[in-house]
């Protein structure tokens, strides 16, 4: 008897002292700023198990969708202090203006958008340049689409940069932005993205530009009439990972996240493609009046949009803008 119950208390010891051994030796957070359903948190999760099994176990990695803690600015803070360890965000440029470089609008089709995107890039070299200075580690970027213009009122003439559209457009909190709206012909009015869908339908805006396929029809359901498939700009998040966090890390920690974060960026490209196509019939079904046009067609306002650059040296420094010019020139074919 005394037997048994020797065996049954350590059996017992056993039992308590399994999930120990089984306990991460790495616990990293990692913020997001979408909604659980949101295809940017399903690349998360698909990291964090990626990463837990290239590891043993040994690198765990909880995510926290939705803002949970905080909205981009904040995590965007908290990752230069190390009080998060990664996340999947817009980039702030209250930081560093030049961050805004993500933003700019140069990439006419998936195509140039793939091979500008892409690790090893001058794109990725300068934003890995640029968010290492703040303490920040750019690991790669996440894809949303390709943008246009979301309206209640025809665009006059949206592909003569030289005409007044005649409609007011909402465009976010940045120059880039403002910029290239400016360049094809709209006056401008910047609002928060959380009214969007209220300042188009009280009329403080005619439009709302710089916008994705997929969050126009989330956001602007039954609101807008009239979609233009632009593609001036592009809508996109950074992986980022704060700078304490990878010096804590080793070599093969950092390799296996690298090598997840690498697949689910590539994956991002085509899962963007592939929901502009069903966006863009679904907005047909909703009644909405959709405009898509050809690379030739799209070549003046791309001109313009880039030619107008030269308003953000001020901002951005005369020679990065200078570099980006050369970079991103257009050649004729």
Request: with cysteine; charged share 25%.
């Amino acid at each position: 008897m005394k037997s048994f119950k020797n065996s049954l208390c350590v059996l017992m010891l056993l039992l308590f002292l399994a999930p120990c051994s089984d306990a991460a030796e790495v616990k990293l957070r990692f913020a997001g700023q979408f909604p659980e359903d949101h295809s940017a948190i399903k690349s998360m999760r698909e990291i964090a198990n990626g990463v837990r099994e290239k590891t043993g176990g040994r690198v765990e990695i909880e995510v926290f969708p939705a803002n949970r803690l905080g909205d981009y600015t904040i995590i965007y803070e908290d990752l230069m202090r190390g009080a998060v360890d990664m996340a999947l965000i817009s980039v702030p440029s209250q930081f560093d203006p030049r961050l805004e470089l993500v933003y700019l609008n140069a990439f006419a089709n998936y195509d140039v958008l793939k091979r500008e995107f892409k690790p090893g890039s001058w794109l990725s070299k300068k934003m890995n340049e640029y968010n290492t200075r703040l303490g920040v580690k750019f690991l790669g970027f996440n894809i949303e689409g390709l943008t246009g213009i979301a309206s209640k009122k025809p665009v006059r003439e949206p592909l003569n940069p030289n005409i007044n559209k005649g409609v007011l457009a909402r465009v976010p909190f940045m120059n880039v932005y403002k910029s290239a709206a400016e360049a094809q012909g709209y006056r401008t009015i910047s609002l928060p993205y959380s009214d969007i869908a209220r300042s188009l339908q009280d009329g403080t805006c005619d439009a709302v530009s710089s916008i994705s396929t997929g969050a126009a029809l989330s956001e602007l359901k039954g609101i807008m009439k009239y979609w233009y498939q632009l593609n001036y700009s592009q809508e996109t998040e950074s992986y980022l990972m704060s700078a304490k966090s990878w010096d804590k890390l080793s070599e093969d920690d950092l390799a296996a996240i690298y090598a997840e974060v690498a697949k689910a960026s590539a994956k991002s490209f085509e899962q963007a493609q592939q929901n502009d196509r069903k966006n863009l019939e679904m907005m047909r079904k909703n009644g909405v009046q959709v405009f898509t046009y050809t690379d030739a067609e799209l070549l003046p306002l791309r001109r313009a949009v880039m030619e107008n650059w030269k308003q953000l040296d001020p901002t951005m420094g005369a020679q990065l803008m200078k570099e980006a010019r050369k970079h991103f020139s257009i050649k004729d074919k």
